[in-house]
């Protein structure tokens, strides 16, 4: 059999993917946790907090959510239907840094829950840090120049 019968016998045999219908999984839920989000935004501003402490406020409050949901599993559950719109919002980073924490909480709070935690998000936050401080000393030289 040659490479390209091995090919098309696997395209032949692989079940076809419902590339429309994921996306639209992806599209209407990320949607609606973003919608969620900016409804916890106007409560909070509807509570007398300023616009950016509300803002502040309702990603704090998805990250909680989104947290407790994950150790509940039912992030999961919501993120195999929904696919790349869990993965996107703010929720998603929240979950990434959750999952790994709840997976591995046999193996103690320092040596699973601790040092697992960080395994997937913990590059993005070094990264964002590191940025964070090279962006600031280069501000920082042209204020001063």
Avoid at 3 to 21: N, T
Avoid at 54 to 73: I, N, R
Avoid at 115 to 126: D, E, L, Q, Y
Wanted: aromatic share 14%.
């Amino acid at each position: 059999m040659t490479e390209k019968q091995y090919g098309e016998l696997v395209s032949s045999m692989a079940p076809k993917s419902p590339i429309w219908r994921d996306c639209l999984n992806a599209f209407w839920i990320g949607g609606l946790i973003c919608t969620l989000g900016q409804v916890f935004m106007n409560c909070y501003g509807a509570l007398g907090m300023e616009k950016q402490d509300a803002g502040t406020a309702a990603s704090m409050t998805l990250v909680a959510l989104s947290a407790l949901l994950t150790g509940f599993s039912v992030y999961d559950d919501i993120a195999k239907y929904a696919g790349a719109g869990t993965l996107v919002p703010i929720t998603g980073f929240a979950n990434s840094i959750a999952a790994p924490a709840v997976e591995f909480k046999t193996e103690g709070f320092v040596l699973g829950v601790g040092a697992k935690m960080f395994t997937i998000a913990g590059p993005v936050i070094v990264y964002g840090l590191a940025a964070s401080v090279v962006y600031g000393f280069v501000y920082w030289l042209f204020t001063i120049l």
